[in-house]
């Protein structure tokens, strides 16, 4: 989800972090695609969101609220481009879409506010959602792709899959699922259009 089709801004997640919170920490935990530390076991779901909260709020500014903890993690997420939301409409119209993401509690909800701004409702368009959080694995682990690979009931080879870490592409290809490395900020319509001519 994250970098492929919402916009991300870590800089200024991390600034929110900094100025509204005074956690300076966050520059070691956060990452466009891997998140460390009690980032990265938040998105694990080793730890709930209240513990992450209670965690970064024992190390920010005195008298800090937990309600700016989402605040500032919500700063990393941007918006939807509108060519890729009428992109989406026609895809769900040809594939089965899922989602797969590295994600946790805390972004999610705002997560699903910017597709509903962007008139789409996540949960109609995509057939089931995959979350970090719930699944207890974060990609690119063998254990999360298989997971997946296994509940949708499909041959691999009848999937693409595609992710702005290489790493997480890399991870994929290990686990059998074809998989295709978008770059942020470039047409990922294009870049669709080209993959799946060549495998229909």
Known sequence: ?????????????????????????????????????????????????????????????????????????????????????????KLSGRYSLYLLSNNNAICLPRAKEIFAEAGIEMDGLFRKCYYSFEMKALKPSEAFYKAVIEDIGLAPEEMLFIDDSQKNVDGAIEAGLPAVYYEPGTDLEALLDKVLEGNE
């Open 1 to 89: 989800m994250g970098g492929v089709l919402v916009d991300l801004d870590i800089e200024d997640c991390k600034r929110a972090f900094k100025e509204e919170l005074g956690f300076y920490r966050i520059d070691e935990i956060i990452d466009p695609c891997h998140q460390k530390g009690i980032y990265g076991d938040l998105e694990e779901g080793k730890l709930s969101a209240e513990e992450f909260r209670r965690t970064v709020l024992s190390e920010s500014r005195p008298g800090s609220p937990a309600d700016g903890v989402d605040r500032a993690m919500w700063h990393i997420l941007i918006g939807i481009e509108p060519y890729k939301v009428e992109m989406l409409k």
